[in-house]
């Protein structure tokens, strides 16, 4: 019944808080995606220089969260742009990964059918190689989407917002029925996206090759 109250008498707050998660999470997710996908692509063609660059990003991912952004701090400044820089960094490695593993995983006779029949490198990659690695690639974006809602609530130790704030001041106060006000919400909108991007694989994906 408390965190029921909780909810109710905090409505306005937690919705902007809301609000606020999911656009620190929705551009961090984009950037990573605008910036993996065709990187993981690239790193296909020159695989001599794939694992030190995919190696970097596993290191990235090894830094805590809070130093990560205390590090941004003096380059950025608060608020949120250095969160949505940090949380796209974070993303990068399961994108880029799963790009790069999904490409090299297509059956190598599929991509000589392509060439057999004449396509372009380009057509062949459009065409046979995206569409028969997307699985794959989505897997890698809704793991790092339920990864970065969860990084999201850091941002609140910037000044960044998110649902991050009701869960430090719930602490703050001992009030339990707060910090559950910020993590409910954050565990829902981890669900929705997973369910999201699961519906955009589906839609994306050609018809013949639907399970």
């Given amino acids: 019944m408390e965190l029921l109250k909780t909810f109710i008498e905090r409505k306005e707050d937690i919705w902007y808080a809301f609000i606020d998660h999911i656009y620190l999470s929705a551009v961090s997710i984009l950037f990573a995606i605008v910036i993996s996908v065709p990187l993981g692509i690239l ?70 059918a392509g060439k057999g029949m004449g396509m372009t490198s380009w057509q062949i990659l459009f065409m046979v190689e995206l569409p ?25 130790f910037i000044g960044g917002g998110g649902l991050g704030e009701l869960i430090v001041r719930g602490m703050s106060m001992n009030d339990d029925s707060l910090i559950m006000a910020g993590a409910i919400p954050a565990a829902l909108l981890a669900i929705l996206f997973d369910l999201a991007f699961r519906l955009l694989e589906r839609t994306m994906t050609p018809r013949g090759l639907k399970v």
Wanted: charged residues 10%; without cysteine; positive net charge.
């Fill in 132 to 156: 028969l690695s997307l699985p794959v690639i989505m897997a890698g974006i809704r793991t790092a989407s339920v990864f970065t809602i969860g990084l999201a609530a850091l941002a609140a």
């Fill in 43 to 112: 790193l296909t063609r020159y695989r001599k220089i794939a694992e030190p660059i995919i190696g970097v990003a596993a290191v990235i991912q090894t830094i805590p969260g809070l130093a990560l952004l205390a590090f941004m701090l003096p380059l950025f400044g608060i608020g949120q742009e250095p969160a949505i820089i940090a949380f796209t960094l974070y993303a990068l490695l399961p994108v880029l990964r799963n790009t790069y593993t999904g490409i090299l995983g297509v059956d190598p006779s599929m991509i000589d």
